[in-house]
T-cell receptor, first 114, second 111 residues
Framework: EAQVTQNPRYLITVTGKKLTVTCSQN?????MSWYRQDPGLGLRQIYY???????DKGDVPEGYKVSRKEKRNFPLILESPSPNQTSLYFC?????????????FGPGTRLTVL | GENVEQHPSTLSVQEGDSAVIKCTYS??????FPWYKQELGKGPQLIID?????GEKKDQRIAVTLNKTAKHFSLHITETQPEDSAVYFC??????????FGTGTRLQVFP
């Protein structure tokens, strides 16, 4: 089954404790992206990757890092989480890098930073 | 900067009635406009999309209209059913691989 998976689905942590949210897709998609969803703000792009070893900042990249060592995986790293990073995070992938068609979203990771 | 406004933020309708959600975008270069449905505990799923060379597209009970001159696009759901209850997001693509999302509309369909 074609899908985007994220782990963990729920995470409660404390300020400053490094964490990683994993994202994996089994569709051989070149393009992957991370979004955060906050009430009243919709989805905002954090980082995206056009292909392996190619990453770029989205609209709200501060406080986040990403890496793309393999095509299928695109982890989101919070080196020193802060309470304002409490949010619902979505990973997404796209079949090609040639157009913003049909992004496939993962199920989401709800992060709480105390 | 690039912006997509979405209204209303909440919408309640009786089962069988129609629902309309409207979006306005700022970047005239946008040429792709998808709509996503997000059910509780799930990620957004594409339900319909439209490109700038088309004014209207329909898929069963769902239709999308686009007015490029006014930079408006709308989602129309007819004969609503309780399972249509969800949060709906519009988005606009100002350039390749970029999507700007609206702020979402929570639709509730009452039996």
């Amino acid at each position: 089954e074609a899908q985007v998976t994220q782990n963990p689905r729920y995470l409660i942590t404390v300020t400053g404790k490094k964490l990683t949210v994993t994202c994996s897709q089994n569709m051989n998609h070149e393009y992957m992206s991370w979004y955060r969803q906050d009430p009243g703000l919709g989805l905002r792009q954090i980082y995206y990757s056009m292909n392996v070893e190619v990453t770029d900042k989205g609209d709200v990249p501060e406080g986040y890092k990403v890496s793309r060592k393999e095509k299928r995986n695109f982890p989101l790293i919070l080196e020193s989480p802060s309470p304002n990073q409490t949010s619902l995070y979505f990973c997404a992938s796209l079949p090609t890098s040639g157009g913003a068609d049909t992004q496939y979203f993962g199920p989401g990771t709800r992060l709480t930073v105390l | 900067g690039e912006n997509v406004e979405q209204h209303p933020s909440t919408l309640s309708v009786q089962e069988g009635d129609s629902a309309v959600i409207k979006c306005t975008y700022s970047d005239s270069a946008s040429n792709y406009f998808p709509w996503y449905k997000q059910e509780l505990g799930k990620g957004p799923q594409l339900i319909i999309d439209i490109r700038s060379n088309v004014g209207e597209k329909k898929d069963q009970r769902i239709a999308v209209t686009l007015n490029k001159t006014a930079k408006h696009f709308s989602l129309h759901i007819t004969e609503t059913q309780p399972e249509d209850s969800a949060v709906y997001f519009c988005a606009a693509s100002p350039h390749t691989d970029k999507l700007i999302f609206g702020t979402g509309t929570r639709l509730q369909v009452f039996p």
